[in-house]
């Protein structure tokens, strides 16, 4: 079973977790009772954490990420309710500033 270790406010927790599995459901059925996350499903970026190690096991960034963390995702970032465990994974979610991207104001197309 893949194993992931979550550093968040100071602590270290460390679980086993079934293979294909999702933190942030983990996180509601208190697996991970500490990991910080809000929507559930990739708008709010409250998950938002850092990889620290094994990136490569995880799939590329989904639409999702790419609009809500754009230039972030190649720091490392990454939402962490929609990423699926396969394997090993150590993340952080220590300190994440995440500005979200401004929604472009709507001008008239009047002229
Ligand atoms: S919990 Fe809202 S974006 Fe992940």
Not at 59 to 83: A, S
Request: charged share 30%.
């Amino acid at each position: 079973m893949p194993k992931v270790t979550l550093h968040v406010d100071g602590d270290v927790i460390e679980q086993e977790v079934k293979s294909h599995a999702n933190l942030v459901v983990l996180a509601g059925i208190k697996q991970f009772p500490k990991l910080k996350y809000g929507c559930g499903i990739g708008k709010c970026t409250k998950c938002t954490c850092k990889v620290l190690n094994g990136e490569e096991n995880l799939d590329p960034p989904n639409w999702k990420e790419e609009k809500m963390l754009g230039d972030h995702l190649k720091k490392g970032y990454r939402l962490t309710c929609q990423l699926t465990i396969k394997d090993d994974l150590k993340i952080s979610q220590e300190n994440i500033v995440i500005q979200k991207k401004k929604k472009l104001a709507q001008g008239s197309n009047r002229t």
